[in-house]
């Protein structure tokens, strides 16, 4: 289950995004890179409380200067509305209340999504008292902060905290693999789940208020049992496309987090776009498994695009991901979906993969008798010893007397040698080199 959402609003210069900031202490703070926006957007995450939540800042939906100025406004809370479990409203003491803030209050007093309203730039005790002129706003609750200093945010998060749903629902769903469908907008993810969910489209995680962003529905495919999670949740039109971007570019990245196995959805007609490519590289470094589909296969016109030239074309643009399996799908037709979803949950139990330290030994002594390490600073490098520290996602240690010396490229090779013998298709294989010895490993 994705960690719950709470997205910040408010009219420019009242200090979101130092509010945000200090929430997140930028700890693992994520900039996207959406084209066309002006200012960076931001998503994080804020543990307090023995809680975690993510946290995004809206402020970049709202350019500071624009004559569509309120109706950027709009959307950007009605997105928030619609995405978040809380929406939390940050105002200004110093400037009280605007008309602009009477209308985005009307807009939440609509919602059925918690409000939470910090007065910002309450610095000190006067100002504090200040923040009363905001209970104006009718939207309950207001929680005088100082962004800047820190006053009050204590108080603020366990407010937030309070409005959170639980997570009992999902830890009954926790042992099932995770498959998450992933792609730009319009490439098929509604279509396919829908196909893929058929008669058994029963949303599991229906807690009270609980996220709208990944829909998880629990299905039976041949017996086992998964957990699919579709992020084509947004329907609402927004009228900027960035927008639309900007939190499908957000659904992406938290379903990521929370499964297992990613099916990278393409429209076989557009084929792999830079997108795709960043969220390639974050599943790798998450070590998420991955499947890539090329979908709307039945658009495409077979004379001029084969499956291998298509298939080369993605692998030339990502030589690490050799080992991720392409299918060419039709969500519309059905062809080959199940083969998809059956390749996912085999990468699924590929990252359970456990290798036995005796045969990951004798393939490290035979990848390293065919291929020595080059020398580092004249020395012999001597690979001792190799042992699987940790599965799901797999991580294999190599002691080694320098472990510094060994380039980028020799760690490569490793791999590939690993994956030819044990597979681990579609997982990504992370080789660690340690210098400590054998008996003392385990860090
Ligand atoms: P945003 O447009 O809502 O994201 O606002 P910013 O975070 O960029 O802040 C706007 C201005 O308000 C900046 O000059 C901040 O330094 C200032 N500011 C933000 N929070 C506080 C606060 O708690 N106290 C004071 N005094 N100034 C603040
Ligand atoms: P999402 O935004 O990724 O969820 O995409 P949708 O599932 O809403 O699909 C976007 C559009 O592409 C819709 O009009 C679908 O009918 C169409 N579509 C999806 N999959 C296929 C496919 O396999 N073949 C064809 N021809 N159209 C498809």
Known sequence: MAE????????????????????????????????????????????????????VDTGGLVPRSAERFERAIREQVGLAMEEADVVLLVTDVTTGITVLEH?????????????????????????????????????????????????????FLDAVI??????????????????????????????????????????????????????????????????????????????????VEFYSALRTQRAMESCDVAILLLDSSVGLESQDIKVLKDAEELGKGLVIGFNKWDLVKKVTNTARDMEHRVRDRLPTLEHVPVMFVSAKTRQRIFRLLE?????????????????????????????HPATYRGRNIQLKYGTQIQTDP???????????????????????????????????LRIVFRAKSAERHGT
């Open 162 to 243: 309070a409005t959170l749903p639980g997570t009992k629902a999902a830890a009954e769903n926790e042992r099932l693999p995770r498959v998450a469908v992933i792609g730009r907008p319009n490439v098929g993810k509604s279509l396919l789940c829908n196909a893929l969910a058929g008669q058994q489209r029963s949303v599991v995680t229906s807690m009270a208020g609980t996220t709208r962003d990944a829909v998880d529905t629990k299905l039976t495919h041949n017996g086992v049992e998964l957990t699919l999670v579709d992020t084509a949740g947004l329907r609402r039109q927004a009228r900027v496309k960035e927008n």
């Open 343 to 371: 390749l996912a949950l085999s990468v699924a139990e590929e990252r359970k993969q456990r290798i036995g330290t005796a045969a990951l030994n004798t393939v490290l002594r035979e990848a390293a008798r065919a291929h």
């Open 4 to 55: 719950p959402l709470a997205a910040i609003v408010g009219r420019p210069n009242v200090g979101k995004s130092t509010l945000f900031n200090r929430l997140t202490e930028t700890r693992n703070a994520i900039v996207f890179d959406t084209p066309g926006v002006t200012r960076d957007r931001l998503f994080g995450t804020v543990e307090w409380g023995g809680r975690t939540f993510s946290i």
């Open 103 to 155: 209308e985005i209050a009307r807009m939440l007093r609509r919602a059925d999504t918690p409000v939470i309203v910090a007065a910002n730039k309450a610095d000190n005790a006067a100002r504090r008292l200040d923040a009363a002129a905001f209970y104006g706003l009718g939207l309950g609750e207001v929680f005088p902060v100082s962004s800047i200093n820190g006053m009050g945010t204590g108080e």
């Open 394 to 428: 797999p991580v294999i240690a190599i002691f080694c007397n320098f472990p510094d010396g060994i380039a980028n490229p020799y760690r490569r090779y490793l791999e590939k040698r690993f994956r030819t013998a044990f597979g681990f298709d579609g997982v990504p």
